[in-house]
């Protein structure tokens, strides 16, 4: 960064000017009205802002090409194929989609940004991107996702995973049943940057690998029928832990909408498997880094043939030992690979659909006016 002021080279010897994560940048500062003075933390804050404001732009002129496309408003000519034109005021303007590229090459500076620069997160925020499930392996930032999510979504659903796997995650198979569009974050560093990014215009995000992923609110009958099919499979949840000791920190009944019999899931205030591989890799000999786990709950997908087998076996005997860990064991288990998910009566969990707290207070008030009416 060289430093003018009045057309009057100052210096260029700045350390510190930009934070660590915007040394991507290289560019002139020109002012008419900068004291010689001036403390660097202001011509710091200045410059970051200024520099985030022209990335802004970038985002914000990649969004209104995509609007007069869609719209076609503009036919294309010869004139328009140079990637940049000069406007009236002889600024050059965009008239190609940049963003994408931007991102590609700089996205790690951006979320770099993200974790070190608290005063700049809002904005650092709304430069974010990334595909999803239905983007069609186009970026979108988070505000585009907010805008494309229905009225009855309430949080921002994302997965994180290597971008060649991240498609075959189970925990992504209920989301994509429900019809509810999925963020994909393959970079690493994406694990440290949602843990300073707890929500985004009133949304939660939410992560599909932790335990607890609701997509709806429950009703009062739902919890009853819950607890009642807990006590049902008590015994089959039991043996699971006996089983796997240490292994699993507790093992519940899946309520996501899954062909999958069993899946593994973190707890919410712990770190996933793959935020303890990374940490395991940046150990570099810290030997208690080099010992984390992940704490894995093992979710029970009750109506999976494979499942339903081993709770008939279990209430039977729960010393039953048809199988163990051991690959081999799978062969005492006869289940077709194509058999259905089994479909569950609610009925016999008998549960008693009681009024909303609305209409026991709409009730109150009616026994209090009709009480009213016989003292007058």
Not at 205 to 211: G, T
Not at 328 to 347: G, K, M
Request: a negative charge; one cysteine or more; glycine letters at 4%.
């Amino acid at each position: 960064i060289r430093l003018y002021v009045r057309r009057v080279f100052i210096t260029d010897d700045f350390k510190d000017l930009l934070p660590r994560y915007l040394n991507f940048i290289k560019g002139v500062v020109d002012s008419d009205d900068l004291p010689l003075n001036a403390p660097v933390r202001l011509i710091k804050k200045k410059l970051v802002r200024k520099a985030l404001a022209m990335i802004a732009d970038i985002a914000a002129s990649d969004k209104k090409l995509a609007e007069a496309e869609k719209e076609d408003k503009e036919e294309s000519s010869e004139s328009d194929k140079s990637d940049k034109k000069e406007d009236a005021a002889g600024n050059k303007k965009l008239t190609v989609a940049t963003y994408p590229k931007f991102w590609e090459e700089y996205g790690k500076h951006i979320r770099l940004g993200m974790i070190e620069d608290g005063s700049n997160r809002a904005r650092l925020t709304k430069l974010l991107r990334y595909k999803s499930s239905k983007s069609d392996d186009k970026l979108l930032s988070l505000q585009e996702y907010v805008d494309r999510m229905p009225e009855s979504q309430k949080d921002i659903y994302y997965v994180s995973a290597d971008a060649d796997k991240i498609k075959q995650l189970p925990v992504l198979e209920d989301a994509t049943n429900r019809n509810i569009e999925v963020l994909f974050m393959t970079d690493p560093i994406d694990e440290y940057v949602v843990g300073h990014v707890t929500d985004f215009d009133g949304k939660k995000l939410v992560n599909l690998a932790k335990e607890g992923v609701k997509f709806e609110d429950e009703t009062k009958k739902d919890k009853a029928i819950d607890a009642k099919r807990k006590e049902k499979y008590e015994p089959l949840l039991t043996w699971f832990k006996t089983l796997l000791g240490e292994m699993v920190t507790k093992v519940v009944l899946t309520k996501r909408k899954t062909s999958e019999p069993i899946i593994l899931s973190s707890r919410q205030h712990d770190v996933t498997a793959r935020m303890a591989n990374i940490i395991r890799g940046q150990a570099l000999g810290d030997k208690q880094a080099e010992a984390q786990t992940a704490k894995r709950v093992l979710e029970l997908n009750h109506l999976h043939p494979l499942i339903d087998e081993i709770f008939k076996r279990v209430k039977v005997d729960e010393k039953d030992k048809f199988t163990s860990c051991e690959p081999s064991s799978a062969a005492s288990v006869d289940i077709n690979p194509d058999a259905s998910l089994l479909t569950e009566d609610l009925s016999e969990y008998e549960v008693e659909e009681e009024p909303e707290d609305d209409e026991k207070n709409a009730g109150d008030v009616d026994v209090d006016l009709d009480d009213k009416r016989e003292e007058l």
